[in-house]
């Protein structure tokens, strides 16, 4: 279901999912707004970056403390990841705290973090791909993913299910989901490669994509819904944001607007009390 995610000022200026409130979860997705970054970066930026302008690790680590405290935890409590676009989650212990998990132990990247232990923020970073928020009100394991395009070919989402299921005995009645703020159709356009790519692994895709004047739009949140239906996550149960990261200047960097020169958000989770 889309519901206009509530907007808090505290320290950091995020947002949080309506659904997940009412569960009382601790989680945020962060706007570009209320750090202390400056330049392009200006000002919640959660990266250094990729192109030739870096943003100072100093900037970078001060506005992750911030979110953290907002949250009411530590900087040492991050859990992070070096992401590639890959669809390998894995399960995050206390060891791995004040840690930016890079590989998984075959040598994957690693774009997805589920953790049952209550002392670690889970943090995964976006602009413009979709942040995944999951969490088994049952048994109490949250997961942070990052699914752009490639990692929802992959089933990232679906990937952090199994992986709760497995480990933890999470079933889809037990489920909640917040997705945030990415890029949607109203901007994002792709080629038809992309379109094929996703009907060919199944024709109900064909929802995400919107064809105008001859040119192809795709909303990447629709697919990641799509998949936790097919799991079995009833549509009550999947919080979306409606706001498009490309087209929110004010409260969003966007790779597709700005390229390389730019910030990025993140999205925190961790166990509720």
Known sequence: MYESFNQHKNGAEYLTSPLFDSYGIPHMFSTKNGG????????LNMSFGNGEMRD???????????????????????????????????????????????????????????????????????ADCVPVLLYDTKHEVCAAVHSGWRGTLGEITSKAVDLM????????????????????????EVGEEIYSAFVAQNCVYEKAFDWRDGKLFLSVGELVKLQLLFLGVTDDKISISPLCTICNPE???????????????????????
């Open 36 to 43: 202390v970054s400056e330049g392009v970066f200006s000002s």
């Open 56 to 126: 100072s690790r100093e900037n970078v680590e001060e506005n992750h403390r911030i979110a953290a405290e907002a949250l009411g935890s530590l900087y040492e409590d991050l859990a992070r990841t070096k992401q590639t676009h890959s669809n390998t989650v894995k399960i995050v212990e206390s060891k791995d705290k004040g840690r930016v998990i890079t590989k998984d132990k075959d040598g994957t990247g690693v774009d997805g973090l589920v953790t049952e232990e209550s002392d670690i923020l889970l943090c995964v970073r976006m």
């Open 165 to 188: 299921k497995e480990s933890f005995g999470t079933e889809p009645s037990s489920l909640i989901a917040a997705i945030g703020p990415s890029a949607k159709s109203c901007c994002y």
């Open 251 to 273: 409260l969003f960097f966007s790779h597709r607007r700005q390229g390389s020169a730019r910030g990025t958000m993140a999205a925190f989770i961790k166990k509720r009390k």
